[in-house]
């Protein structure tokens, strides 16, 4: 038995997913030019690493004007100690200027103009674009990428790793870009009690089939004990995260799409 949605409800689905895909066609050429890795995305930031640098040149070369327009005119000072102070200036801001993004930036990948992120908040910080529709590309895209995910919220990705190695998914998967990148969630009911799970129903994926035991990504139990997700991962704000994970179960009702704004990991 499938209950079908409300006019209410199915507006609402609509409209999160268009907003959500409006945003992301905005940014789409932008993020179609990252160079993606097995465990790292490259951004093209040559334009700040080149200005950086120009900067730094032109108050290093302007400096050496000093001794020859300052001469003898300041008693008891050579004038090579501003020479000296303004260089050492100048090395403070362009390491300054290479430290902004992330915290391991290797001076040949700032000297290319490119920083190679490691994590969905890295590449928000270098790109601004919102984490969210980073992780729609990450999750539309993932079949056609060799990009490996770790970190605490890689729930909603095939390809995953328990340790650290992998690009980390440090942000957790709001419901309105699941439902934009073409996955839904549905709360259903076997002799165990309530369970979500996920759909992927983008186009040419088979559809949804009940009473029999398949794999789904889902969260077993909705109401799962926050100080075991404490012990695990953390505070950070993870009791407010529903978390999926590969589960074999089949179920006898489905109750539903599920609407309530929450988070998945």
């Keep these: 038995m499938m209950s079908t949605p409300s ?158 190695t992998g690009f980390v998914i440090d942000v957790p998967v709001h419901l309105s870009t699941m439902l934009a990148s073409g996955y839904l969630i549905f709360k259903v009911l076997n002799e165990k009690g309530e369970h979500l799970i996920c759909i992927d129903v983008r186009l040419g994926v088979r559809g949804i089939t009940s009473r029999i035991e398949e794999n789904y990504k889902a969260s077993m139990d909705i109401g799962r004990d926050d100080l075991d997700l404490e012990r695990k991962y953390g505070t950070d704000g993870l009791d407010k995260v529903i978390f999926l994970a590969r589960q074999q179960f089949g179920w006898n009702k489905m109750l539903g799409l599920y609407v309530k704004d929450s988070k998945f990991g």
């Design 7 to 164: 006019p209410s409800t199915s507006a609402t689905i609509e409209s999160r997913a268009s907003t959500v895909i409006t945003e992301y066609d905005a940014h789409l050429q932008q993020m179609r030019k990252w160079i993606v890795a097995e465990n790292s995305i490259t951004v093209d930031c040559r334009l700040y690493s080149r200005a950086a640098l120009a900067l730094a040149a032109f108050v290093v070369l302007g400096s050496l004007v000093i001794p020859f327009t300052v001469g003898n005119k300041v008693v008891g000072v050579d004038p090579f100690q501003f020479v000296n102070f303004i260089w050492f200036a100048a090395g403070f801001g362009l390491i300054a200027a290479k430290s902004r993004y992330v915290n391991d930036w290797p001076w040949h990948d700032f000297l290319r103009g490119q920083v190679v992120c490691t994590s969905v908040r890295d590449l928000a910080e270098v790109t601004g674009i919102h984490a969210q529709m980073i992780l729609l590309y990450l999750i539309h895209n993932e079949p056609k990428h060799t990009l490996t995910m770790s970190g605490p919220y890689r729930g909603i990705f095939k390809r995953k790793l328990e340790d650290v």
